[in-house]
Nanobody, 126 residues
Framework: QVQLVESGGGLVQAGGSLRLSCAVS????????MGWFRQAPGKEREFVATINWVISWGSYSTNYADSVKGRFTISRDNAKNTVNLQMNSLSPEDTAIYYC???????????????WGQGTQVTVSS
């Protein structure tokens, strides 16, 4: 089993920034691709970003939803077993519960995730 605990959510004004962190514990002897998803009230859970566990050409492969490209950055620190999501230029449309997820495959699809955190609330005021 793998446990994921998110932190860093909160209330921020439009245009502001937040940094979410996900602490990974449990059976971490194997590597997982890590992702962030979000769910706004009345909407389905949607993909935000994912980062692979394999270093390719000197960096981890990443993938972002079009809505956050250029504003959000996902990173991982395997030594600390953490995954971070730096969110800049936030808008009210980014308001949602943000979930950390771990997967044995590098995927943007929620159904491919093996483990989920409990989520952290991000609220962006206008």
């Amino acid at each position: 089993q793998v446990q994921l605990v998110e932190s860093g959510g909160g209330l921020v004004q439009a245009g502001g920034s937040l940094r979410l962190s996900c602490a990974v514990s449990g059976r971490t002897e194997r590597s997982y691709a890590m992702g962030w998803f979000r769910q706004a009230p009345g909407k389905e859970r949607e993909f935000v970003a994912t980062i692979n566990w394999v270093i390719s050409w000197g960096s981890y492969s990443t993938n972002y939803a079009d809505s956050v490209k250029g504003r959000f950055t996902i990173s991982r620190d395997n030594a600390k077993n953490t995954v971070n999501l730096q969110m800049n230029s936030l808008s009210p449309e980014d308001t949602a519960i943000y979930y950390c997820a771990a997967s044995r495959v590098f995927s943007a699809r929620a159904e491919h995730m093996d483990y989920w955190g409990q989520g952290t609330q991000v609220t962006v005021s206008s």
